[in-house]
Each structure stands twice: as structure tokens, then as C-alpha cells.
């Protein structure tokens, strides 16, 4: 099936049935011509294998994903639609001050001397609760290839883990919990500065930054706090259009499809972001998707536009985005996983907004195991009677006469 682009408009009502469109509407569709009619609910770009929080990198024309996984999940591409090829872990090991457990939400980004490098979040003992983590560094020569773990203690992770200390302790705030750091997001300034990105786990959630080295492999400051929610707020990405920043960041429950992508703009890049105002730019009610979060960005192609790649869930048995009651704290049957999907982004004076969806291949359900066929019974032999035998009768014994015995 052909992958194409179609605009989705934002609106609460089911629109047509999924279609093909014919690929000769993809180059209008990417460069602002007038698009064909909607898709609803948009298709991910591969239905096969989750790739959850994606981090996308378009390099040398082609596409390199990298997501959360055991190790961290990957995917390539020769062209933004796919195929998408399933690539080897993201990290070639795990590192030494870490425990076992899933990379989560890694993010990828080129070095100043043309390295790559990952950063990731992976669990640490000594934290109140088995799923925190510590987020390290990771590089690589050559994009796709395996990443190795640097250094032997964490970039980031709070000072009452049992690890060697870290760059960035997280210094403690009031009312925040110190449980661990999660969703690392690189973001370099338009005069070389390098910072990272993260949040803090538990409720109240929170948003720190913190300087790096220009290598982008130590921590050069102490972090700050550019906001906090009661609630959940995560995956956050600086983007800057128009003289402005803007925060980019995913709200609510990850595993239910109330999960949305959310962002903020301000015009300080440390101040101001608690005041700001919040603004949707993905969620279900628009889009049909299952919790639309995860979001990275990227920045257009020559000739193109800006990209957002997210994820969202999809149920097998369903044939598409999960039903909007799903949640995966209760799907002990694992139907459902999260695939990527990728939408251009448009910017307006008022922020960012949501363009076109790229159409992904349609939905092809996994086999269905081939019937074993019940066995055939053998019968049971029909066992030959036994004939009972004749008792051999008892001879009567003779009785021998008995002599007189003589007298006399």
C-alpha cells in the first residue's frame, strides 16, 4: 500500500472510512498546496511493533527512530513514510550504575565533532519506587549504529540514589517528589549552547533544564525549574520559531487515550513558563488517535516543513486506534501497543498547528494460527471372549475290597 498525506481537520465527527489515496497527492500535501479530502482517524506509519516516545533524526536523507524498548527501540528508513526496518538495540549495553529494565524515551542527537549522541533514562537502585530512573549519555560514530554508555555514573539523578553521584543531583523543591528523572530532550540554542531537557517523576510533576558542555557529554550548571503541574506533565521538547520558545510536552495517564500533546510559549528561555498559557495541539477528540503523546520535533527538510512525530495506541481486534475506553493498566490480554505516527506542523504568529497526517499503511491483522485438526480417535479393539474352560471331572476313586484277615 502506497503511504500518502491527507489533512485532518479538527473536528468531533467520524469522517470517511480509511482510503488509499493515490501518491501523486504527496508532494502537494508536503508543500502547502491544497491537500485531498481527511482520513479519520490517521494511520500510523507501521502497525507491526510498538515504537512508543519516538525520537527522530533525519540525516543524510535518510530517517533513523529511536524509542522506548528493552535497550531502547529502533527503526529506519530510506524515505519519512517507510518502509520502516527494525534495527538493533539502541544501546549495545546497559550501564554499570544501572539495574535492569526498559530505556525509556531516549533522545538523539549530533555532537559538534559528528558523533552521535543518546541520551536515555534507565532504573537505579536506592530510589523509592522500582520504576525510577537516571538519565545517561550514550555515543556512537555512526548513526544506527549501537551506542555505548559513557562514564560511570549517571548525567542526571537525584543524590539519594544508590549510584555515583551525578552532573545534576536535581536539587530538591518543595512539594516535589524526589523519585527520579525520565524523558531526556536535547535542545541547542541558535549560538551553540547545549541544554537537556527532563522531568521529574511522581505528583506534582515537574520541568527542569540544565546546561551542558559544548561536547554535550558533562553538565556545565545547575539545573532550574520551568514549571510544575498537580498533574502529569512530560516528554518535553524546546522548539524556537519567530523569536520565541516554545515548549512542547505531553499531558495526563500515558496508557489511556486521554493522554494529548500540549504546548506552551514564552519569550524567556529559563522565566515565565509557569504563567503561560497551555494550548492542545494533538489529542484524541481532533485526531480519532489513542492518547497522542511522546511528540518530537523536527525541523523541515529543504523544500519541506516541520514534522511532528508522536505515538499513539492501536488494538488488535480493533483494526485501528484503540476504543476510547482502553487503558493499559487493565489490558492483561496485551492488545494493545503504541505505533508512531507523523503529522507536519505549521507556525503561526499564535504558535504552533497541526497540519497533515502522513497515511501509513492500511491495517493488515496478523495471521490467525491455522486450526489444529482434533486427532482421530483409533478404536479400541474389541477384545476376543475368553471361552471358559471345561473343568476336567474328578475321577471317583475305586474302593479296593477289604481281605478278611484270617483266624485261627
Request: with cysteine; hydrophobic share 35%; net charge positive.
Amino acid at each position: 500500500m502506497t503511504t500518502t498525506l491527507t489533512i485532518l481537520r479538527r473536528a468531533g465527527t467520524v469522517l470517511a472510512a480509511l482510503v488509499a489515496v493515490p501518491a501523486a497527492v504527496l508532494a502537494p500535501a508536503l508543500s502547502g498546496a491544497a491537500a485531498p479530502d481527511p482520513v479519520f482517524p490517521p494511520r500510523p506509519l507501521f502497525w507491526d511493533a510498538p515504537l512508543a516516545d519516538p525520537a527522530v533524526v533525519n540525516h543524510s536523507g535518510g530517517w533513523f527512530a529511536s524509542g522506548t524498548g528493552w535497550r531502547g527501540g529502533t527503526r529506519s528508513s530510506a524515505q519519512e513514510l517507510g518502509p520502516w526496518t527494525t534495527g538493533a538495540p539502541l544501546l549495545d549495553s546497559r550501564p554499570a550504575w544501572a539495574t535492569n529494565g526498559d530505556v525509556w524515551a531516549p533522545d538523539v542527537e549530533r555532537a559538534v565533532d559528528g558523533t552521535w549522541l543518546a541520551y536515555y533514562a534507565v532504573p537505579v537502585p536506592g530510589l523509592p519506587h522500582a520504576q525510577s530512573r537516571c538519565i545517561g549519555v550514550a555515543t556512537s560514530p555512526a548513526l544506527g549504529s549501537p551506542f555505548t554508555p559513557v562514564h560511570t555514573a549517571p548525567l542526571i539523578c537525584p543524590s539519594r540514589a544508590t549510584a555515583p553521584p551525578a552532573g545534576d543531583p536535581v536539587p530538591k523543591e518543595r512539594g516535589i517528589p524526589s523519585r527520579g528523572v525520565i524523558d531526556p530532550s536535547s535542545y541547542v540554542t541558535a549560538d551553540g549552547r547545549r541544554f537537556l531537557l527532563y522531568r521529574t517523576q511522581g505528583t506534582p510533576s515537574s520541568i527542569r533544564m540544565v546546561r551542558l558542555h559544548p561536547s554535550g557529554l558533562g553538565v556545565a550548571g545547575r539545573s532550574v525549574q520551568l514549571l510544575r503541574d498537580k498533574g502529569i506533565l512530560e516528554n518535553p521538547v524546546m522548539v524556537d520559531r519567530d523569536g520565541r520558545h516554545h515548549l512542547l510536552m505531553s499531558r495526563g495517564d500515558y496508557g489511556r487515550c486521554g493522554y494529548s500533546t500540549v504546548w506552551r510559549q514564552a519569550s524567556s528561555l529559563k522565566r515565565r513558563w509557569q504563567q503561560a498559557e497551555e494550548h492542545v495541539l494533538v489529542d484524541r477528540a481532533t485526531t480519532g488517535i489513542c492518547g497522542p503523546g511522546g511528540a518530537d520535533h523536527v525541523d523541515a527538510t529543504p523544500g519541506g516543513v516541520d514534522r511532528v512525530f508522536l505515538h499513539g495506541w492501536v488494538c488488535h481486534g480493533a483494526n485501528g486506534p484503540c476504543p476510547s475506553g482502553y487503558s493499559l493498566h487493565t489490558d492483561t490480554a496485551g492488545a494493545g501497543h503504541r505505533a508512531m505516527y507523523v503529522a507536519r506542523v505549521l507556525w503561526t504568529r499564535k504558535g504552533p498547528r497541526l497540519g497533515a497526517f502522513a497515511q501509513g499503511p492500511a491495517w493488515t491483522p496478523p495471521p490467525s494460527p491455522a486450526p489444529t485438526p482434533a486427532p482421530t480417535p483409533t478404536p479400541t479393539p474389541t477384545p476376543t471372549p475368553t471361552s471358559t474352560p471345561t473343568p476336567t471331572p474328578t475321577p471317583t476313586p475305586t474302593l479296593t475290597p477289604t481281605v478278611p484277615t484270617p483266624t485261627g
